[in-house]
C-alpha cells in the first residue's frame, strides 16, 4: 500500500494490520527486482481507518536468506531466518555461505526490536531456513527443518525471489 502523494510503502499482515518497510532496502529484498511498485495507492483517509500493530514486530522486516545484519551499536553478525527470527553467525561461516564479498546491512538500534526472534546459532557452513541456494544445477529454498524444496523459474516469480539471492552451495552444505 502507498498513501497518494507519500513516500512510504505498506503492507497488510495476515491480522489485517499495516505494517511499514523502515526503508527502501527492506522493500527491495522481497522483490525480484529493485524497482519499486507493484503496491496499491490509497487516500490517505482509507490509510487512517487501518488498524495498526500494537507490539513488535510493526515493520516489515530483510527477507530471510537475503542479507547478513548487524545492530548499529554491534559488531555481532546474524542471518536472518523466517518469523522475524534472527541467528548469530561468525565472519567465517558467513563468508562461506553468503560469499567472500557478502553485504552486511546495518540496522538502527531503534529498528532492532522489529526481529522479535532469537534462533540457534549457525555453528558451521550449512545452509539455515529461508536461503534461496543452488547445488546440482538446480535451485532450492530451504524450508523449516532444512528441507530442500526445488524452486523453478515460475516458483521464482511467484515468489518474487531475486537471483541475486540465491548463493551457490557445495554437497556437504546441505548434507541432512
Known amino acids: 500500500l502507498k498513501v497518494i502523494g507519500k513516500p512510504a510503502i505498506y503492507v497488510m499482515d495476515s491480522w489485517n494490520q499495516v505494517l ?11 522483490n525480484e527486482d529493485d524497482k519499486y511498485g507493484g503496491y496499491k495507492s490509497i487516500t490517505q483517509n482509507c490509510f487512517d481507518g487501518l488498524n495498526v500493530p500494537k507490539g513488535y ?10 542479507y547478513v545484519v548487524k545492530k548499529a551499536s554491534s559488531v555481532q553478525l546474524y542471518v536472518i531466518l523466517p518469523g522475524n527470527t534472527l541467528a548469530k553467525i561468525s565472519d567465517a561461516f558467513a563468508r562461506q555461505l553468503y560469499g567472500a564479498n557478502y553485504r552486511v546491512m546495518v540496522i ?32 532450492w529454498y530451504v524450508a523449516a ?3 530442500l524444496r526445488e524452486v523453478t523459474a515460475a516458483g521464482m516469480t511467484a515468489n518474487r525471489f531475486k537471483s541475486s539471492f540465491v548463493r551457490s552451495v557445495t554437497a556437504s552444505m546441505t548434507d541432512g
Open 108 to 139: 538502527s538500534d531503534v529498528f532492532w526490536p522489529h526481529y522479535v526472534k532469537r534462533g540457534t546459532e549457525i555453528g558451521g557452513a550449512f545452509v539455515h531456513e529461508g536461503m534461496l541456494v543452488s547445488s546440482g544445477g538446480k535451485v
Open 20 to 30: 511499514y518497510f523502515p526503508s527502501g532496502d527492506e522493500f527491495k529484498s522481497w
Open 57 to 66: 514486530p510493526g515493520a516489515v522486516n530483510f527477507r530471510p536468506g537475503s
Open 145 to 147: 527443518g532444512k528441507v
